[in-house]
């Protein structure tokens, strides 16, 4: 069988990675020396990385994470309320597959999104659909989503993420139907998939931001008591990057 008849094998089998990794081989004279199974080893290896990297690839584009944000480039300085420890955890991702939740608070500007869609990020790199919504665009979505006649479809999709991310809770009043939609997605999830929150409220006040009292009690009931907490403190990052671009 020629070279190319091989490569041309491979492909037609999608085995991308190992077609590449194959003709590496071949563009490599030193590489014809190396034991049959060394070179298939690196075949196969090819073949996986490539896998992995399109899947997360897949993941992230249905992601629609607000910021480009992993986890090496986390900032631990003192004074940000991070705990290495604690984001170690948070970073296996255990939380995720046991469906608890994580609430981030803090001021604004403080990177509470940027820390959610790291955290979503390395869910992602672990093969976990994650989801980033702004809580007042999902809102908006129900609302046409249910306009459309295609509400079902839309939360049923929801669903499926294991991880959803919700920026920017409490930014903007709920209305009486907002809050019921907001209850629905969170029922949803229980037991089946977690959410991580960011919000310049502290969780005391939530209570009160979400109005009515029984709907308050179901959804707070859902969150909060499953849920890892970090307090971010310190200057908004965005005062500090502005600072260090004058000073260059």
Not at 54 to 65: C, D, E, S, W
Not at 80 to 97: E, M, N, P, S, Y
Not at 188 to 213: K, M
Request: positive net charge; aromatic residues 4%; charged residues 30%.
């Amino acid at each position: 069988m020629s070279r190319q008849h091989t490569l041309n094998a491979l492909r037609e089998l999608k085995l991308e990675g190992m077609a590449a990794a194959l003709e590496r081989q071949h563009a490599s004279p030193s590489l014809q020396d190396s034991p049959f199974d060394d070179r298939l080893a690196v075949l196969v290896d090819s073949e996986r990385a490539a896998r992995e990297n399109r899947r997360l690839a897949r993941l992230l584009k249905q992601a629609r994470l607000k910021v480009e944000a992993c986890a090496e480039d986390i900032d631990y300085r003192v004074g940000r309320g991070i705990d290495k420890q604690q984001i170690q955890g948070l970073l296996a991702c255990d939380w995720i597959t046991q469906h608890q939740n994580l609430i981030i608070t803090g001021p604004t500007g403080v990177g509470k999104t940027w820390l959610a869609c790291a955290l979503a990020h390395q869910g992602a790199r672990r093969g976990i659909p994650v989801a980033y919504r702004r809580l007042p665009r999902l809102l908006e979505e129900l609302e046409i989503a249910r306009e459309a006649g295609n509400l079902t479809a839309v939360r049923t999709q929801l669903a499926r993420t294991k991880l959803l991310v919700l920026d920017d809770w409490g930014v903007s009043p709920l209305g009486r139907r907002a809050r019921q939609d907001l209850l629905e997605v969170i029922d949803d999830r229980v037991g089946s998939g977690s959410v991580a929150i960011t919000s310049q409220l502290p969780i005391t006040e939530w209570h009160a931001y979400l109005g009515e009292p029984t709907i308050a009690d179901a959804i707070l009931d859902r969150l909060v008591h499953s849920a890892h907490r970090i307090q971010l403190q310190g200057e908004s990052m965005r005062k500090l990057k502005s600072k260090a671009s004058r000073r260059d």
